[in-house]
């Protein structure tokens, strides 16, 4: 099992910045991915941003030059800074921990940008 603790969320106006962070722990494989997903009212769970243990990344196009995910390897922490902040990025934000045998989510954070 992996358990993920996210934080970091809350509420911005537009145009400014938020970091989220995501630590994980338990069964924790050299071999993951570790990524941000996020829902908004009414909308399907959409990928933000991943990146493996080997520090590949990628983006959604609506926050390419906006938001950066990094990580920690030796924390087993996964960050994300979102700048440029936009009211459409309002949603929860959910922490994903992938390897070759599951998926774990963490249980959210709200991000609200006010225009």
């Known amino acids: 099992q992996v358990q993920l603790l996210e934080s970091g969320g809350g509420l911005v106006q537009a145009g400014g910045s938020l970091r989220l962070s995501c630590a994980a722990s338990?069964?924790?494989?050299?071999?993951?991915?570790m990524g941000w997903y996020r829902q908004a009212p009414g909308k399907q769970r959409e990928l933000v941003a991943t990146?493996?243990?080997?520090?590949?990344?990628n983006y959604a196009d609506s926050v390419k030059g906006r938001f950066t995910i990094s990580r920690d390897n030796t924390k087993n922490t996964v960050f994300l800074q979102m700048s440029s902040l936009k009211p459409e990025d309002t949603a929860v934000y959910y922490c994903?921990?992938?390897?070759?045998?599951?998926?774990?989510w963490g249980q959210g954070t709200q991000v609200t940008v006010s225009s």
């Open positions: 994903k921990y992938s390897n070759f045998r599951s998926d774990y």
């Open positions: 338990g069964s924790i494989f050299g071999i993951n991915t």
């Open positions: 990146i493996t243990s080997g520090g590949f990344t």
